[in-house]
T-cell receptor, first 114, second 114 residues
Framework: DTGVSQNPRHKITKRGQNVTFRCDPI?????LYWYRQTLGQGPEFLTY????????KSRLLSDRFSAERPKGSFSTLEIQRTEQGDSAMYLC????????????FGPGTRLTVL | GQQVMQIPQYQHVQEGEDFTTYCNSS?????IQWYKQRPGGHPVFLIQ?????EVKKQKRLTFQFGEAKKNSSLHITATQTTDVGTYFC??????????????FGQGTILTVHP
């Protein structure tokens, strides 16, 4: 399968702990996006990369969140000092770097903060 | 900031009935994309419209982009049980400066009774 993959698929952690998620995009896709989705809502944009450059970050994103894409391939999203409000599905998507292009989503990582 | 709203939030139909969901943006859009998310799944791209007044069809699905590029609709003719899921519209703010930030509506949940 050459789709977008995310690991882990589920993560349960205690409040105050740090967590890190990984996303492997479709290999030829230059752009990579992170979203957060809570029940009954649409995906909420967090940040995106073109190759290794982080080009935009949501103003709503706490400084406890950081994302990297060091070699322009896979990406990691880290949440420090997790809070119960961070519980959500974290989705990664990728696309070609052609104007506004369709995004291919991964299966997501479901985070539960106890 | 840009907001994208969808109505209705829920729609229950009998198989064979038609279904329409409406999408409105608080700002002018560069494009509108539609995604479908099956229960327990991730968003899957359906279509993109970029021109004012554009209409596109995919079998039983008809997508429209408003003349002012601030609204859109998705119409499904003669629904089938396979149409079950949440339908999201999403768009890029025409006044934005990046190709990255895609703003999603909250979605319309469609259930189809056989």
């Amino acid at each position: 399968d050459t789709g977008v993959s995310q690991n882990p698929r589920h993560k349960i952690t205690k409040r105050g702990q740090n967590v890190t998620f990984r996303c492997d995009p479709i290999s030829e896709h230059n752009r990579l996006y992170w979203y957060r989705q809570t029940l009954g809502q649409g995906p909420e944009f967090l940040t995106y990369f073109q190759n290794e450059a982080q080009l935009e970050k949501s103003r709503l994103l706490s400084d406890r969140f950081s994302a990297e894409r060091p070699k322009g391939s896979f990406s990691t999203l880290e949440i420090q000092r997790t809070e119960q409000g961070d519980s959500a599905m974290y989705l990664c998507a990728s696309s070609l770097a052609i104007s506004y292009n369709e995004q291919f989503f991964g299966p997501g990582t479901r985070l539960t903060v106890l | 900031g840009q907001q994208v709203m969808q109505i209705p939030q829920y729609q229950h139909v009998q198989e064979g009935e038609d279904f329409t969901t409406y999408c409105n943006s608080s700002t002018t859009l560069s494009n509108i994309q539609w995604y479908k998310q099956r229960p327990g799944g991730h968003p899957v791209f359906l279509i993109q419209l970029v021109k004012s007044g554009e209409v596109k069809k995919q079998k039983r699905l008809t997508f429209q982009f408003g003349e002012a590029k601030k609204n859109s609709s998705l119409h499904i003719t003669a629904t089938q049980t396979t149409d079950v899921g949440t339908y999201f519209c999403a768009g890029h703010d025409a006044g934005g400066t990046s190709y990255g930030k895609l703003t999603f509506g909250q979605g319309t949940i469609l259930t189809v009774h056989p």
